[in-house]
């Protein structure tokens, strides 16, 4: 250690090239892996207070304007929704699957969890997809072809204005699509860590990757379980 | 200067590697700290840029310098560089970054890849902004209010929102390093109370940036989406509510005065007990006012709406929520006075850019208290006295700490000596240049100027004119450290480990420190600023 | 230049004497604690300056002093906020039966309305002594009126009314500013508020009266836009009927129970399905886009005048929707 005093080197420079995995600044694997867990789950903190700014908007302008919200939540296509949140449930699943995998060693379990679950993720996108085209189609969709006027006269009782329904569709797009953005992030580090898992850089010693990635899938997917009730259930009563 | 050869000889992270690669691609949080120096120096020097035409455009009442829009551009572009590219970003990106790991006895943050990305993505935003400026500009004010900025301006909202909705994310990273790095990191024996204040404020401020600034990416987000797509989310003729952005602008806007002060709080915390030759008086309580600004200071946004139209009660809770914050501050002040009791003062260029701190930054939270106040906030809201309060606490307060912090540790990360009797000289000019220019703003605003007036009414010219030369002087305090700091690189002495003889683990590595900072890692065995272990500074460093 | 080097604005309000006391209060206060610690530390600095062989004490702390000094500026604080708030809360409550002027900013003028019937422009003609209220909306962006020599200030919104009032106590001409950023002319959104012994202002109130009164130039809208068909005031038409409806409660078709102040009747012309008055269908149109404000003005003056007197307070500055009202009309 003395004649390498001076040169700038750290002397832990040695340990570290028996765990090329540990990063030379950490004293010893499980230093790393609880600061990069608990690095996640102060990041999940920032995404709850991001998703936060348009839940507070959404939730003061629901309460304003209940009939619009309401006429808007039930436009849109419950069974396309619903089997969304299954689909996210079960990727979820898939994913926390993995990560066991990983912990047992199991490299050919890990590597079909993780692209089930990005199978998952991109089913849910095409759904998703699939119902902005529809609302879209119908000129729900916030642009300037924005017009509301088919829920203005389905909903003869209501006598809606449609300025307000505008508001109601600003914000669904606004969340959905940030969830998606999400979404397709999330699905972009996965395949990333599943070519790493396909190529056995993890072991039952070190797979954090795999749940700091997992606690990210799981808290979009949480995201996702607030919003399906918020926007697809407002009011859905049998005759409403 | 005999050890002259033996020092330049030893690996120090300046001399590690050579070569701009070694620069742009590095992990070491030194390096990093340096690169940010370099760029927010370069935004602070915009800002200024812009304060410069502001005060050029005020000296005549009539608007006879530039256009009104113009001058619209240039008191917006002011604030947004000046707050988002300059003042938020400095002391943590610089001092933070260098300082933190090595204050904790480690070798890096948690994270030093994030580290060297969250620079990348302030360089990005930042090049963003200046191509919003150099196209156009933008003239919405910096709190971009709705409907004007949503709707009705004509210059590039987009581009400004975009480029600041990004360099929120820098702010974000830097703050999550910080917060995994105090709580994973730290050396053997160095617990929680032993941490130097310094990191404490860190602490605090990293919560606010990650809790807080989402919000600002948020509502800027809807902002330029509402101009891209004519959503309508904040058009009352489309139902929508103006005084709702108000809500979620300020909701991370005013917790963001605290991300710019308390950093420089932690400066004066570390400079005032060096330069007492005691320890910090009130270790715990300055300690949890840190904490206690950062939580309370979510709890009082809607007090810059006083006026805005909110309801009567909710007005009364802010304001009682306002004086409360105050608190903590006052805390601070009080101990760090108590500090020098019976302490061995010395009158060091950082001590003085601490005795400015400690006055100017008492001035600005006191005429806080003004504002807080209802039936005289409904005056003074929107005029001068708002401008003067809040440079009071930002620069006489946050850019001073700033200052006085670049001089204290600038041997640890130059290692060399600046000229002394040209520091205190800058540190006397930035005082007495800074007073001139906002303290007759207190005044005018009081006797009614509104903010943001290209043009005024004849009667408040004086004070206008007094404000201008005092900024002409701030400018020259500001420009000598730019020079002597440059040429110290060069010809300053060489500094030895511990100049001041201060406590704390970055001054028992060589100054400048090597790549890993500590040889072997530390093991911590005793409190915070004990002082009364440690010799005085050598006379001669405090001399030129 | 120094001609004319204010150093403490005009006061012509009543408003302005206690809150000028009220900040000489603070002053004090501030000045005291800015002297307390510049003195301390010059005083620490010098007494205890850098001096050989001498050493510095070792002190940790004094649990008492922190306590002292977290209590004192507490109790002190808490002088403040209180008469902050009472001066603030008097403020924001107008007096029931003020003078009322309608005002309509827009980038970058001021437009005012007398009930009376005259009209101005970046001028406000008031008398002395007499409490005056001030309803107001935007065309378009934030502004806010602001006239220093009164201590008076309230932004004005787009989409809604907010308020505010005083009672000029010394004939004169006062400032008047724009102080929420607008535009390009925010800075020359200026104006004066002129304030008139009443004899004169009587005379200047005649001479702009020819073309009536706000409330007479509504009616004519209010015919000219076929309001009187449904509402009738002989017989119960489609729509309810109006005499005595301004400033008292009303039963909505949903159950709730709102005021009806202007920022109701404002509401009711522009989304009439939001508030549906009980035992009446949906059926009004909405006039969002076919009247402007002033003439919005004209038809809430009109049907204020089918009222007696309002029995409750008016409404409180800023507060949307009715002050009695159990559930916020707009988004605040």
Redesign the interface.
């Known amino acids: 250690?003395s004649d390498r005093?001076?040169?700038?080197?750290?002397?832990l420079v040695l340990e570290h090239e028996d765990r090329p995995e540990l990063?030379?600044?950490?004293?010893d694997v499980v230093?790393q892996r609880?600061?990069a867990s608990?690095?996640m789950w102060?990041?999940l903190?920032?995404?709850i207070?991001?998703?936060?700014?348009?839940f507070?908007?959404y939730l003061?302008?629901r309460?304003?304007?209940f009939?619009e919200f309401a006429a808007g939540s039930r436009s849109l296509s419950l069974v396309a929704g619903t089997v969304n949140t299954a689909v996210l449930i079960c990727s979820s699943l898939t994913v926390a699957l993995a990560v066991r995998a990983s912990q047992l060693g199991k490299r050919k379990l890990l590597v079909s969890l993780l692209l089930a679950t990005m199978f998952f993720g991109v089913c849910f996108l095409g759904i998703k997809g699939y119902e902005w085209h529809d609302e879209y189609e119908h000129h729900h969709a916030?642009?300037?072809y924005f017009n509301a006027q088919d829920l203005v006269h389905n909903n003869p009782?209501?006598?809606?204005?449609p300025?307000?329904t505008?508001?109601f569709f600003?914000?669904y797009f606004?969340l959905t699509g940030?969830h998606a953005l999400h979404m397709i992030v999330g699905i972009g580090i996965f395949s990333v860590i599943t070519f790493m898992a396909w190529r056995g850089k993890f072991t039952p010693e070190y797979h954090t990757p795999i749940e700091i990635a997992g606690l990210y899938w799981h808290f979009v997917d949480i995201v996702w379980i607030y919003l399906f009730p918020l926007l697809y259930l407002i009011d859905r009563r049998p005759g409403a | 200067m005999a050890t002259a050869a033996v020092t330049t000889e030893r690996k120090n992270y300046l001399n590690a590697e050579y070569g701009i690669r070694s620069w742009l691609l590095t992990t070491d949080h030194k390096r990093i700290a340096l690169l940010y120096l370099l760029s927010i120096t370069f935004f602070f020097f915009v800002g200024g840029f812009f304060a410069l035409l502001i005060r050029l455009e005020l000296l005549t009442p009539a608007g006879d310098l530039m256009t009104a829009d113009m001058y619209n551009k240039a008191f917006t572009m002011h604030g947004q560089i000046m707050v988002f590219f300059f003042l938020i970003p400095s002391i943590p990106a610089v001092l933070g970054n260098f300082l933190i790991p090595m204050m904790i006895g480690a070798k890096d943050l948690a994270f030093p890849r994030i580290n060297l990305l969250s620079w990348y993505i302030y360089v990005a935003a930042g090049l963003l902004y200046l191509y919003c400026l150099a196209t156009g500009g933008v003239d919405t004010g910096w709190t971009f209010y709705t409907p004007y900025s949503s709707l009705f301006s004509n210059t590039h909202v987009v581009e400004a929102g975009l480029a600041i909705f990004i360099v929120g994310f820098s702010s974000i990273l830097t703050g999550l390093n910080f917060v995994v790095t105090v709580h994973r990191m730290r050396a053997p024996g160095m617990t929680w109370s032993r941490l130097p204040l310094f990191v404490w404020s860190h602490y605090a401020t990293s919560i606010i940036m990650l809790l807080g600034t989402p919000i600002i990416a948020i509502t800027l987000l809807l902002v330029v989406l509402e101009r891209a797509l004519n959503l309508g989310i904040f058009d009352p003729s489309r139902g929508g509510d103006p005084v709702l952005f108000q809500h979620l602008f300020w909701f991370y806007s005013h917790p963001a005065v605290y991300i710019m002060i308390l950093p420089s709080m932690a400066v004066i915390s570390e400079i005032v007990p060096c330069f007492s030759r005691k320890r910090v008086f009130g270790y715990t309580f300055v300690a949890a006012s840190s904490i206690a600004i950062a939580a309370i200071g979510f709890l009082v946004w809607a007090h810059h709406m006083f006026v805005a139209g909110i309801s009567l009660y909710s007005a009364l809770v802010f304001s009682f929520l306002s004086f409360m914050v105050a608190i903590p501050s006052a805390v601070k002040v009080f101990n760090w006075t108590a500090t020098m009791y019976k302490g061995s003062i010395s009158f060091s260029t950082p001590m003085l850019y601490a005795f400015g701190f400690i006055g100017l930054f008492t001035i600005g939270g006191l005429t806080g208290l003004f504002l807080a106040t209802l039936g005289v906030d409904v005056h003074v809201h929107d005029t001068y006295f708002v401008i003067a309060h809040f440079h009071y606490v930002m620069v006489g307060g946050a850019v001073m700490g700033y200052l006085g912090g670049i001089h204290f540790w600038w041997p640890k990360i130059s290692g060399r000596m600046y000229p002394e009797a040209w520091g205190r000289l800058a540190a006397v000019i930035v005082f007495l240049g800074f007073n001139l220019t906002f303290f007759p703003q207190f005044i005018v605003g009081y006797l009614g100027m509104p903010r943001r007036y290209w043009q005024y009414p004849p009667e408040f010219q004086v004070y206008n004119v007094l404000s201008t030369a005092g900024a002409s002087i701030l400018a020259v305090g500001y420009l000598l450290p730019m020079v002597y700091l440059l040429w110290s690189l060069r010809y300053g002495k060489l500094a030895p480990d511990n100049p001041w003889q201060a406590t704390g683990l970055e001054w028992k590595t060589t100054s400048p420190p090597p790549t890993f900072n500590f040889e072997e890692t530390p093991v911590v065995t005793w409190e915070a600023y004990e002082y009364e272990t440690m010799p005085m500074p050598d006379e001669v460093t405090l001399e030129r | 230049m120094f001609d004319n080097l204010p150093l403490w604005p005009t006061g012509a309000s009543v408003h302005a004497r206690y809150e000028d006391w009220l900040f000489i209060f603070l002053t004090v206060i501030s000045v005291a604690m800015t002297v307390l610690i510049f003195g301390a530390v010059a005083i620490f600095s010098m007494k205890y300056r850098r001096r050989h062989g001498r050493e510095a004490a070792h002190i940790e702390g004094s649990l008492l002093l922190e306590i002292a000094w977290s209590v004192a500026p507490l109790g002190i604080m808490m002088i403040m906020f209180a008469a902050g708030a009472l001066l603030y809360f008097r403020m924001r409550t107008p007096p029931t039966d003020s003078d009322q002027v309608y005002v309509v900013a827009k980038q970058w003028m001021w437009k005012l309305q007398h009930m009376e019937g005259p009209r101005e422009i970046n001028q406000l003609h008031v008398p002395v002594g007499r409490d005056i209220e001030l309803i107001m909306t935007s065309q378009d962006v934030i502004h806010s009126f602001f006239v220093p020599a009164f201590r008076v200030k309230q932004d004005v919104i787009p989409g809604r009314y907010t308020t505010l009032w005083f009672r000029a106590t010394r004939p004169g001409t006062y400032h008047l500013f724009c102080a929420q950023y607008c535009g390009t002319m925010h800075s020359g959104m200026i104006g004066e508020v002129v304030v008139m012994d009443p004899q004169d202002y009587h005379a200047w109130m005649v001479n702009g009266a020819a073309n009536g009164t706000l409330a007479q130039t509504g009616m004519t809208l209010f015919q000219q836009l076929g309001c009187n068909t449904c509402h009738r005031t002989d017989v119960q038409g489609r729509g309810p009927m109006l005499n005595g409806v301004f400033g008292h409660p009303v039963q909505l078709e949903d159950g709730r129970v709102v005021n009806a102040d202007e920022n109701y009747v404002r509401e009711s012309i522009m989304s009439p399905a939001a508030k549906v008055v009980s035992g009446f269908k949906p059926i009004m149109p909405s006039w969002q886009g076919q009247v402007n404000e002033e003439q919005l003005n004209q038809l809430v003056a009109y049907i204020k005048s089918l009222s007696p007197a309002p029995e409750g307070p008016a409404m409180t500055s800023g507060a949307p929707g009715g002050t009695q009202s159990q559930e916020a009309q707009q988004p605040k």
């Open positions: 250690m005093a001076g040169t700038g080197e750290s002397p990063r030379h600044h950490f004293a230093q609880n600061a608990l690095g102060w990041f903190g920032t995404e207070m991001f998703f936060g700014g348009m507070c908007g003061v302008y309460r304003a304007y009939p916030p642009t300037f009782n209501l006598h809606l204005d300025q307000r505008k508001i600003s914000l606004a940030v």
